[in-house]
């Protein structure tokens, strides 16, 4: 039996979910086209479900994001994400089985400041503790830097795979801003937040190096 959810509304959360066999369906192409889907099905599942999106990163094999559920609406807003997500995966790759494993999201609750920040960091860092590339700036795919966390608004345009441009409900394009969390906002303000990000990302590339 599946364990009982705790939907508490306003939490923070730290959220992951891995492809099937970690097979490289996430990989950065090209075109980009990866990219652009992972933002417009993470934007507009957000704008749906009420939830704020602070740090994004799209892996090769499995995404990560830090989140506020506003409304508690946590897993419809993850039942649409990676449902579209998957479809849009699947239509691009030519991918004829599943795109995610069968066991459930990584959801976990940020209860301090502190939390945030280190949950945050370790997003950044994700790449190059991966063995991907050697600083986290240089991940090809989606992803988040400290610096833009409260200030970043990316503006994607509908994929042109699985969206039928005909249906309404699938703008010709969307905004998705990354904030900043308000317990970092109460507790540092923005610059500071920002700052103790940028340092335990610091200290996580060079635990990864070594």
């Known amino acids: 039996m599946t364990r009982p959810r705790i939907v508490d ?14 097979h490289f369906l996430l990989n950065p192409d ?48 993850l039942e649409t994400f990676h449902r579209n997500l998957a479809l849009c995966t699947k239509a691009y790759r030519g991918w004829p ?14 209860l301090t400041p502190e939390a945030i920040v280190e949950s945050i960091a370790y997003l950044i860092a994700n790449p190059v503790e991966a063995g991907a590339v050697r600083y986290a ?9 400290a610096a833009h966390v409260g200030t970043r608004v990316i503006k994607v345009k509908r994929p042109k795979h699985y969206f039928d ?32 990000i940028r340092e335990r990302v610091r200290v996580k590339q060079h635990q990864a190096w070594n």
């Open 9 to 22: 509304p306003g939490a923070t959360l730290a959220l992951s979910r891995r492809t099937t066999r970690r």
């Open 165 to 196: 441009p005909d249906n309404s409900k699938w703008p010709e394009e969307l905004e998705l801003r990354l904030e900043m969390p308000v317990a970092l906002e109460l507790d540092y303000g923005s610059e500071l937040a920002r700052e103790r």
């Open 97 to 110: 089985e599943e795109v995610f494993n069968g066991r459930s999201s990584g959801v976990h609750a940020l």
């Open 137 to 145: 700036k240089d991940w090809p795919g989606a992803h988040t830097l």
């Open 30 to 77: 090209e075109a980009r086209q990866i990219e652009q889907c992972y933002w417009y099905c993470l934007g507009h599942a957000a704008q749906l479900h009420g939830v704020l999106v602070h740090a994004a990163c799209l892996m090769s094999t499995h995404a990560h994001e830090v989140i506020t559920d506003v409304r508690g609406e946590y897993p419809r807003f």
